[in-house]
Structures are given as C-alpha cells and as structure tokens.
C-alpha cells in the first residue's frame, strides 16, 4: 500500500470509509462522485483496493455513490471499478438519484440497459456475474439502509471523519509494517526504543474502536508475535555464539589496554598540574570503565537468558557469567581505588601550592627593606600587623595541607590491597615533610622580623614618651606661674602653697629623670636598630625644658621666702608689740607712772622695725602688682592684706605708745621735730653694691636676721641692679 502516491485523493475525499455500517453490519464506502472525472480509472481502483485492505478480508461492503453532481454516463465508470477493486466484496451501492425526474429516469434506464436490476438483481454485466445489488435512493431515504449515527455529515448523519487524521494514522501503520518487516529480515535492527513506540501506538489504535483500527492494531500485534518467534527460533545458536564473543572481547579488553591504561595511571602527581591531569585521565577511565560494567551486566543478562533457552550448556553459562561479574567488579574497585586517591592527591597538592604561596607572600614581607629612617608608630603598626596576618595565613594553610597529605595517605591505606600503598605514603611522607621544614624556617624569619619590628615600636614609643616629657616640663612650668602665684597673704595659704610646691618640685625632678632614662633606652634601641639618631636633639630639648623650669621653681621659691620673711616678720613684730606692752603695764601697775625714758631703746628698735617691715610690704605689694599671670583681683586681693597686716603692727604699736601718757606724748613730738629738722640717717633696708655685670646680694634687715636665726629659713634673694628688691 503507497499511501504517499493517493495522499491528495484521501485528502479530497475521492473515495473513504467512515468507519459507520447499514442496519445489516455492512461497511461503509463512499465514493465522491463529484471528483470521479478528475482520477483515472487506475487509481481510482487503486485506491478503492487500499481502503478495502485497511479492514478485515471477510469484511463486505454497502457502498454509497452520489450522482448529484456527475454526468449520468459515467456511473458505468464508478461501477466498474467498485466491481474490480472490490471483487465479491460489495454487497450492495446505494446510489443517490438526481433530484431531477428526467436524470433519475435515465438512470434507470441506464442501469437497465447495462445489465443491473433495481432492488433484487443478480444479473449479466459484459459477460460476468455481479452479486451485489443497486438501490436507486434519495437522500431523505438513506436512513432506511443505514442509521443516521453511522453516516457521514455531508450525507446527513453524525458521524464524523477527518481524512488528516485517517491518513496519518493509516501512514504510521504503514511505517511499522515495514519496521516489523525489517525486524523479521535482520533481528539486529531490533531496537527496544521503537518497540516501545509501537505498543502503545497498538494500544491508541484499540481505544478509536473503529474497525479500520481494530484490524490493523490486530495486524500489527500478528506481525509481532510472528517476529518474537522467529527471533526466538534464529537466536538461540546465534546468541551462543554472540555471548561468546562478547566474552572473549570484554576480557581482551580487562587484561590488555584496560590494564596497561589503569597501570599507567597509577602513580603520585608531584605537582597540581600533574595531578589534574591524573584526574582527568582518571575520568575517562571511569567513563570507560562504567561502559564496561554495562557490558558485563548485559553478557550476564545474556547468559541468563541463554541458560532458559539451552539448558544443555546452563553450566558453562553460569560460570562464564561469575567469571565476567567478578572481573568487572575487581577491575571497577581498582579503577575507583586509583580515581579517589588521584582526587585526594590533587586536593593535597592544591593545598601544599597555596601554603608555598601564602610562605612566599609572607617572606616577600620579612624580605622588605625598611631602610635606617625611623617611620611613625602608625606605619610601623601596620606593617607589624600585616606580618602578623602573613604568618597566621601561612600557618593555617600549613596545617591545611597537612590535614590533606594525612586524609591522602588514609586514602592510600584504605585500598591498600590494590595500590602499592609503601610507595605512595613514601611520597606523600617527602612532600609533608618538605613543607614542614620550610614552615619552621620561614617562622624563624618571622620571628626575627617580628622582634625587629617590635624593637622599631619600642624606639617610636620612647621618642614619643620622651616628647610627652617634654612637654610635661612645659606644662609644669605654666602651671607653677599660673597656680602658684600668692592670692592669699596669710599663714595658712603660705603653708599650703609650700606644700604644693614641694609636691610639684618633686613631681618635676621625677618627670625630668624619667626623661633622662627614656633618652638612654632610645640611645640603646638606636644602637640595636642601626636607625637614624635623634636622641641628642631630643636631649637638648629636655635639659632647655629643665633649666627653664629650674629656673622658674628657683625664683617662685625666692619670692616665697620674701613672703614667708614677711609673715615671720609680722608675727614676730605682732609678738615684741604685745611682750613691751606688758611690760610697760606691769610696770605701770608697780609704779603708777611711767614717762618717755621707760623702755625708750626697744620702743625705739621697734619703730625702726616697723618702718623697715612697712617698706618690705610695699616692695612686695608692687612686686604682686606687677605679676600678671594672676588675676587683678587676686592680686588686689594680696595687696589689701598686706596692707592689713602692716596696719595691724602700727595699730598694736600705737595702742602700746598710748600707755606713756601724755609726757611721752610731748616727748615723742619734740622728738620728732628734731628728727624733722635734722633727718635721721635710717639703717637701710638693704644694701645693694653695684658692679659691672655683676649681681645683686640684698641685706636683710635684723628682724628677718633673726627669722634666719630662730626659723632655719635661709632666704637666697639675688636681684640684678635693674629689679626690685623682690
């Protein structure tokens, strides 16, 4: 059947069975009468013939020609060829009239004329017997032959038909008719794929339940059944045959190029190159390897087989089965042994690649010239701490290629039966130990970078210590102008300001000394570290700071004594005007009169004491006055009480000078107009000789004399000839 060469007759619906039956079980046929004058009589009863094929051999047929739309002297044409496609098939043809009386007349007559009876007929027809009979029918009467579910739609009915789909299915039938009829020449063809295919196209046929179908599932299932027994009849010798073969190849291959390609493989990569490669190689093995095992498996399935079909060699069938899953087995268990230790020696090797790099980045640190400049703390901080994170990096990729070389050589030990494991953990042992000297090696370099380093930041740290002294000796000496100026001109504040600046003297001798021991550890850190030396500067700048504190605690103490001769002074006088004033009262009480004469020279020696204590208090007053590191108001503040103090002196010795009377009194006055007349030539308060260049050496007056005597205060005031006498 070529259904190619009547595609386009099947498509135009020239000639095609439904699929429905007449009321007596009689197929369906229909001609298209219409599209007769455009087919030749060969291939219209060559078409006719294939779709008689497509059902069963006993099938009979009711055909249905319309003659609506023909010329009526071409229905001998159509008969004809119904008659010799369709040989002792055709049971009856229901012949659509004319709607014309006069067409359906010569119909008639036409039949008549050609040897066909109407309704019952078994007669002549150019000398050969016809038995089917011919039923002259309108259209609205077709339903009495045949039921109206079992016509086509261009005939009234219901039934569908879609001649695409017809004829791809009656293609596909073709198709595997021919793959049956090649499976049934050469058994190699067979593929397990297209049977696949073909049994569930025979399933889709038997759910249409169309007779067509039905009968070519039926078919089909025939031509399968007949191909499985020849191949069963055909195979049995020829399968022997081809196991044994099979066998012969697959342990040709096992013992010859799948051992010299697994014994070439098996060796220790000593690089990661080499041992990516191994991997790769190791990969195809397997790839191989596992197309072997399929191989086994199907000799096995084979021999399986084999030992049902022919039980008279079921013996020798059985072991050559063992012996071909053994041997795949062993030689698969080699091949997966050699493929996991080539995969753990390619780790350990990356790992032992990344500890050379992380050792080599790290020596490349150790290896920096640092130069003899010193450089800040910050940098040399840095530079420490990414030596640090070298070295740390360093180690943990050391120990993670340890840890690798370890799980290798446990690979190793556990195939150990098919691997020459002495060999293998010999190599592995060389490498470990290689990178564990080199380890220890590039530690000590680290170690003695590091020490380096920090010796570095120690020195940085000294100098910065060293400046922090420094400038701590600055602090000191503005501190001692600012805060230790006199605000407060009694005892308690002199005493107190006393005791603060000890404490501040003893804190500048120790911050100085502390400088003098950070300047000779940075004299030894540069002599270690060969660097650039700046101790002297610094030197130099410590002793600057210390003679100018020095210089200023020498002349705060002066003026501290100054101040502290003044309150002895005025406690001293406080104390003389109190003692004479007893005196003169316990003698006024024993004599009831004292006159001018009485005590005259210690009265007088007071006087002149006073006098000389009023002129230290002015000098001291405009000496604070002059301080203007202070504030106005504090040195207002001190000024007022030296005035007070001085005013309290004179006050007592006037309330003592009062006891005299009034002789006394007189006496005094004449004695003052002399004195006002005739100046009395004071005892000056201190004498100042006055040399070239030289300094000044004051005089203290006898009441700070015997401060000196009575107190231990030894006042060193040295004024130049230009300063004042504080």
């Given at each position: 059947?070529n259904?190619?060469?009547?595609?386009?007759?099947?498509?135009?619906?020239?000639?095609?069975?439904?699929?429905?039956?007449?009321?007596?079980g009689?197929?369906?046929?229909?001609?298209?009468?219409?599209?007769?004058?455009?087919?030749?009589?060969?291939?219209?009863?060559?078409?006719?013939?294939?779709?008689?094929?497509?059902?069963?051999?006993?099938?009979?047929?009711?055909?249905?020609?319309?003659?609506?739309?023909?010329?009526?002297?071409?229905?001998?044409?159509?008969l004809?060829?119904?008659?010799?496609?369709?040989?002792?098939?055709?049971?009856?043809?229901?012949?659509?009239?004319?709607?014309k009386?006069?067409?359906?007349?010569?119909?008639?007559?036409?039949?008549?004329?050609?040897?066909?009876?109407?309704?019952?007929?078994?007669?002549?027809?150019?000398?050969?017997?016809?038995?089917?009979?011919?039923?002259?029918?309108?259209?609205?009467?077709?339903?009495?032959?045949?039921?109206?579910?079992?016509?086509?739609?261009?005939?009234?009915?219901?039934l569908?038909?879609?001649?695409?789909?017809?004829?791809?299915?009656?293609?596909?039938?073709?198709?595997?008719?021919?793959?049956?009829?090649?499976?049934?020449?050469?058994?190699?063809?067979?593929?397990?794929?297209?049977?696949?295919?073909?049994?569930?196209?025979?399933?889709?046929?038997?759910?249409?339940?169309?007779?067509?179908?039905?009968?070519?599932?039926?078919?089909?299932?025939?031509?399968?059944?007949?191909v499985?027994?020849?191949?069963?009849?055909?195979?049995?010798?020829?399968?022997?045959?081809?196991?044994?073969?099979?066998?012969?190849?697959?342990?040709?291959?096992?013992?010859g190029s799948?051992?010299?390609?697994?014994?070439?493989?098996?060796?220790?990569?000593?690089?990661?190159?080499?041992?990516?490669?191994?991997?790769?190689?190791?990969?195809?093995l397997?790839?191989?390897?596992?197309?072997?095992?399929?191989?086994?498996?199907?000799?096995?399935?084979?021999?399986?087989?084999?030992?049902?079909?022919?039980?008279?060699?079921?013996?020798?069938?059985?072991?050559?089965?063992?012996?071909?899953?053994?041997?795949?087995?062993?030689?698969?268990?080699?091949?997966?042994?050699?493929?996991?230790?080539?995969?753990?020696?390619?780790?350990?090797?990356?790992?032992?690649?990344?500890?050379?790099?992380?050792?080599?980045?790290?020596?490349?640190?150790?290896?920096?010239?640092?130069?003899?400049?010193?450089?800040?703390?910050?940098e040399?901080?840095?530079?420490?701490?990414?030596?640090?994170?070298?070295?740390?990096?360093?180690?943990?990729?050391?120990?993670?290629?340890?840890?690798?070389?370890?799980?290798?050589?446990a690979?190793?030990?556990?195939?150990?039966?098919?691997?020459?494991?002495?060999?293998?953990?010999?190599?592995?042992?060389?490498?470990?130990?290689?990178?564990?000297?080199?380890?220890?090696?590039?530690?000590?370099?680290?170690?003695?970078?590091?020490?380096?380093?920090?010796?570095?930041?120690?020195?940085?740290?000294?100098?910065?210590?060293?400046?922090?002294?420094?400038?701590?000796?600055?602090?000191?000496?503005?501190?001692?102008?600012?805060?230790?100026?006199?605000?407060?001109?009694?005892?308690?504040?002199?005493?107190?300001?006393?005791?603060?600046?000890?404490?501040?003297?003893?804190?500048?001798?120790?911050?100085?000394?502390?400088?003098?021991?950070?300047?000779?550890?940075?004299?030894?850190?540069?002599?270690?570290?060969?660097?650039?030396?700046?101790?002297?500067?610094?030197?130099?700048?410590?002793?600057a700071a210390?003679?100018?504190?020095?210089?200023?605690?020498?002349?705060?103490?002066?003026?501290?004594?100054?101040?502290?001769?003044?309150?002895?002074?005025?406690?001293?006088?406080?104390?003389?005007v109190?003692?004479?004033?007893?005196?003169?009262?316990?003698?006024?009480?024993?004599?009831?009169?004292?006159?001018?004469?009485?005590?005259?020279?210690?009265?007088?020696?007071?006087?002149?004491?006073?006098?000389?204590?009023?002129?230290?208090?002015?000098?001291?007053?405009?000496?604070?006055?002059?301080?203007?590191?202070?504030?106005?108001?504090?040195?207002?503040?001190?000024?007022?009480?030296?005035?007070?103090?001085?005013?309290?002196?004179?006050?007592?010795?006037?309330r003592?000078?009062?006891?005299?009377?009034?002789?006394?009194?007189?006496?005094?006055?004449?004695?003052?107009?002399?004195?006002?007349?005739?100046?009395?030539?004071?005892?000056?308060?201190?004498?100042?000789?006055?040399?070239?260049?030289?300094?000044?050496?004051?005089?203290?007056?006898?009441?700070?004399?015997?401060?000196?005597?009575?107190?231990?205060?030894?006042?060193?005031?040295?004024?130049?000839?230009?300063?004042?006498?504080?």
């Amino acid at each position: 059947m070529n259904w190619q060469k009547q595609r386009h007759h099947v498509l135009d619906r020239l000639a095609f069975v439904p699929g429905g039956t007449d009321r007596e079980g009689n197929s369906l046929l229909v001609v298209s009468t219409s599209q007769v004058q455009e087919c030749s009589y060969e291939n219209l009863v060559s078409l006719l013939a294939l779709l008689s094929d497509t059902l069963p051999p006993s099938t009979l047929f009711t055909v249905l020609l319309d003659t609506r739309h023909i010329q009526l002297k071409q229905l001998k044409f159509y008969l004809r060829a119904c008659q010799q496609a369709l040989y002792k098939k055709v049971r009856q043809v229901l012949i659509i009239q004319p709607e014309k009386f006069l067409d359906q007349q010569k119909i008639n007559f036409d039949l008549i004329v050609s040897g066909y009876t109407l309704k019952v007929c078994r007669s002549n027809f150019e000398k050969s017997i016809i038995h089917f009979q011919t039923v002259l029918i309108s259209m609205h009467k077709l339903s009495k032959f045949v039921d109206v579910n079992q016509l086509p739609e261009q005939f009234g009915g219901t039934l569908g038909y879609d001649p695409d789909a017809w004829l791809e299915k009656r293609i596909e039938v073709k198709k595997w008719q021919n793959y049956l009829a090649e499976l049934d020449v050469n058994t190699s063809r067979h593929n397990l794929d297209e049977d696949q295919k073909l049994e569930e196209f025979v399933t889709r046929l038997q759910t249409t339940k169309r007779i067509e179908d039905e009968y070519a599932a039926l078919s089909l299932k025939k031509s399968i059944r007949e191909v499985k027994a020849r191949e069963e009849e055909n195979s049995k010798e020829g399968l022997i045959k081809d196991h044994t073969a099979g066998v012969s190849d697959f342990l040709d291959w096992i013992e010859g190029s799948g051992e010299k390609w697994l014994n070439s493989l098996c060796q220790v990569a000593d690089n990661v190159d080499e041992a990516e490669s191994l991997v790769k190689q190791h990969e195809e093995l397997t790839n191989k390897t596992k197309e072997i095992e399929e191989q086994s498996h199907q000799l096995a399935e084979m021999a399986t087989r084999l030992m049902a079909a022919c039980p008279q060699v079921a013996i020798v069938l059985q072991k050559t089965r063992e012996q071909i899953r053994d041997v795949a087995e062993h030689f698969a268990y080699r091949v997966e042994a050699q493929t996991q230790f080539a995969l753990s020696n390619r780790n350990f090797r990356e790992k032992v690649g990344e500890f050379i790099k992380k050792s080599d980045q790290m020596l490349e640190k150790v290896c920096a010239e640092d130069g003899n400049t010193v450089k800040p703390i910050e940098e040399l901080t840095t530079t420490k701490k990414e030596l640090d994170d070298s070295v740390n990096a360093m180690n943990v990729a050391f120990e993670a290629a340890v840890d690798a070389g370890e799980g290798t050589v446990a690979k190793v030990r556990q195939y150990a039966e098919v691997l020459p494991a002495e060999d293998m953990i010999a190599q592995i042992g060389s490498s470990l130990t290689y990178i564990s000297q080199r380890q220890n090696r590039h530690n000590e370099l680290a170690s003695v970078k590091r020490l380096e380093q920090q010796q570095h930041i120690q020195l940085m740290t000294t100098y910065g210590d060293c400046d922090q002294a420094i400038k701590w000796l600055g602090e000191l000496k503005e501190t001692l102008h600012k805060e230790y100026s006199l605000s407060d001109i009694d005892e308690d504040a002199v005493r107190n300001l006393r005791n603060d600046r000890q404490n501040l003297d003893r804190t500048a001798v120790s911050t100085y000394q502390y400088g003098k021991q950070l300047l000779s550890m940075a004299k030894n850190s540069e002599r270690s570290t060969m660097k650039e030396r700046t101790t002297e500067e610094r030197k130099e700048k410590l002793e600057a700071a210390w003679k100018e504190l020095d210089l200023a605690i020498q002349n705060n103490e002066q003026r501290l004594k100054v101040v502290e001769s003044f309150m002895a002074t005025h406690r001293q006088m406080m104390e003389r005007v109190i003692e004479i004033e007893k005196s003169l009262r316990e003698r006024l009480r024993v004599s009831g009169k004292l006159n001018s004469i009485t005590l005259s020279t210690e009265r007088k020696r007071l006087r002149n004491d006073i006098e000389e204590l009023s002129n230290i208090g002015k000098m001291l007053s405009a000496q604070i006055n002059a301080d203007h590191t202070t504030t106005p108001q504090d040195r207002q503040t001190a000024m007022k009480q030296i005035s007070d103090k001085i005013d309290e002196v004179m006050s007592a010795q006037r309330r003592m000078e009062s006891l005299i009377g009034e002789d006394e009194e007189a006496g005094s006055s004449s004695s003052g107009k002399e004195d006002k007349h005739t100046p009395r030539k004071s005892r000056p308060l201190s004498k100042v000789p006055e040399e070239e260049g030289g300094d000044v050496s004051p005089v203290f007056p006898r009441a700070v004399r015997l401060l000196e005597t009575n107190e231990g205060i030894a006042p060193a005031i040295r004024l130049s000839k230009n300063e004042s006498y504080l």
